[in-house]
T-cell receptor
Framework: DSGVTQTPKHLITATGQRVTLRCSPR?????VYWYQQSLDQGLQFLIQ???????AKGNILERFSAQQFPDLHSELNLSSLELGDSALYFC??????????????FGPGTRLTVL | GQNIDQPTEMTATEGAIVQINCTYQ??????LFWYQQHAGEAPTFLSY????GLEEKGRFSSFLSRSKGYSYLLLKELQMKDSASYLC????????????FGTGTKLQVIP
């Protein structure tokens, strides 16, 4: 158990809908990262937050948005869902800094299925 | 920018040794991670190399050459449970920067 929690574990929805994925980082971790992993694909970095502020942006679609709240939990919002958005969405957290402190601890993921 | 290359798939025999290579080109480099990911599960940390050389941790060892932009993960005495994807990830220099993951090497261990 990494200490990172994600809810829900599974989500099935229809095209055009909007969903919210939630992540609670490890106690003390200020950075939260979101990744998308489609079937048999690598981890695609979406976005990083540090202490409530956006720090880095990857290949995140305009239909997707995220935020980190004062209690440090984060939400990833996916709207106008398409079939191709079906994937595992991982959240990870880390202690800020360089070197080994950049080690990311991953949550169990949310499996999103868009029908 | 950062570019990371790993073989897509490898197959090895139970009890044998396998080496998974990773090459990278980065604009700034601090260290290199290796993660293990079983299908449908979250990646888990294996190692982190900052200095050149080999670091051993039980059956797993990781090597780094900063000048060559090259790393490998060595798995000894392979077990069936080692069948997984192995992700190489580069940590850039500077604080608060995102780690970039390679696409991973899917290792299949056969009897």
């Amino acid at each position: 158990d990494s200490g990172v929690t994600q809810t829900p574990k599974h989500l099935i929805t229809a095209t055009g809908q909007r969903v919210t994925l939630r992540c609670s980082p490890r106690s003390g971790d200020l950075s939260v990262y979101w990744y998308q992993q489609s079937l048999d694909q690598g981890l695609q970095f979406l976005i990083q937050y540090y202490n409530g502020e956006e720090r880095a942006k990857g290949n995140i679609l305009e239909r997707f948005s995220a935020q980190q709240f004062p209690d440090l939990h984060s939400e990833l919002n996916l709207s106008s869902l398409e079939l191709g958005d079906s994937a595992l969405y991982f959240c990870a957290s880390s202690v800020p800094g360089t070197g080994a402190y950049n080690e990311q601890f991953f949550g169990p993921g949310t499996r999103l299925t868009v029908l | 920018g950062q570019n990371i290359d790993q073989p897509t798939e490898m197959t090895a025999t139970e009890g044998a040794i396998v080496q998974i290579n990773c090459t990278y080109q980065t604009s700034g480099f601090n260290g290199l991670f290796w993660y293990q990911q079983h299908a449908g599960e979250a990646p888990t940390f294996l190692s982190y190399n900052v200095l050149d050389g080999l670091e051993e941790k039980g059956r797993f060892s990781s090597f780094l050459s900063r000048s060559k932009g090259y790393s490998y993960l060595l798995l000894k005495e392979l077990q069936m449970k080692d069948s997984a994807s192995y992700l190489c990830a580069v940590s850039p220099s500077g604080g608060y920067q995102k780690v970039t993951f390679g696409t991973g090497t899917k290792l299949q261990v056969i009897p």
